[in-house]
């Protein structure tokens, strides 16, 4: 069964500085992609980055970055110069599967707050 | 950019009442979506459609029902609401059914259930 598993309920960081939230994965798909969305308090889903499990580099979007190590199955998500509109919950999420659907499997999700 | 619509954003009913939750997407998708969202239990999946006219199955299906009778639209509907389904539920969308796909979101519709 696929499992996205998110340890941290919630994180700190101050402004300006970066922060990685962890995310680990469990699938026996050999295709399959990791996702990160943004929620804000406005409630709102927003896509930030996208892993494909046959990327060979590390995917980047602007100030995020995923660090994808397949061995060890985890996609964590850097944020780099932290910005108080960075505040918000974020879901690690796959998407694959053998079955039809290729629905998301969502984390638990890992509030972000940052501090000026 | 209308990209998800989804209606009402906001809704109230009392036990055993029924509704219609409307989600539409104007970019052409095939594969749509809803999901629930609990508190401290991420996104979990109700029903989808991979396009008009069929329907299937999620992880938590029962109390709801759903209809996809044009591409654009897909409706969740709940014919005796349950306190049980007080939730955010959220409509998604994507092209492709390639794992690299990502799904774009509706903002959501918070419904209480009393």
């Known amino acids: 069964a696929q499992k996205i598993t998110q340890t941290q309920p919630g994180m700190f960081v101050q402004e300006k500085e970066a922060v990685t939230l962890d995310c680990t994965y469990d699938t026996s798909d050999p295709s399959y992609g990791l996702f990160w969305y943004k929620q804000p308090s406005s409630g709102e889903m927003i896509f930030l980055i996208y892993?494909?499990?046959?990327?060979?580099q590390n995917a980047t979007e602007g100030r995020y970055s995923l660090n994808f190590q397949k061995a060890r199955k985890s996609a964590n998500l850097v944020i780099s110069a932290s910005q108080l509109g960075d505040s918000a919950m974020y879901f690690c999420a796959m998407r694959g599967g053998m079955d039809s659907s290729y629905k998301l499997i969502f984390g638990s999700g890992t509030r972000l707050l940052v501090r000026p | 950019n209308a990209g998800v619509t989804q209606t009402p954003k906001f809704r109230v009913l009392k036990t055993g009442q029924s509704m219609t939750l409307l989600c539409a997407q104007d970019m052409n998708h095939e594969y749509m979506y809803w999901y629930r969202q609990d508190p401290g239990m991420g996104l979990r999946l109700i029903h989808y459609?991979?396009?008009?006219?069929?329907?299937a199955k999620g992880e938590v299906p029962d109390g709801y029902n759903v209809s996809r009778l044009k591409k654009q639209n897909f409706l969740l509907g709940l014919e005796s609401a349950a306190p049980s389904q007080t939730s955010v539920y959220f409509c998604?969308?994507?092209?492709?059914?390639?794992?690299?796909?990502?799904?774009?979101f509706g903002d959501g519709t918070r419904l209480s259930i009393l």
């Open positions: 998604a969308s994507s092209l492709y059914r390639e794992p690299n796909q990502p799904q774009h």
């Open positions: 459609s991979v396009g008009e006219g069929t329907t």
């Open positions: 892993q494909g499990s046959y990327d060979q």
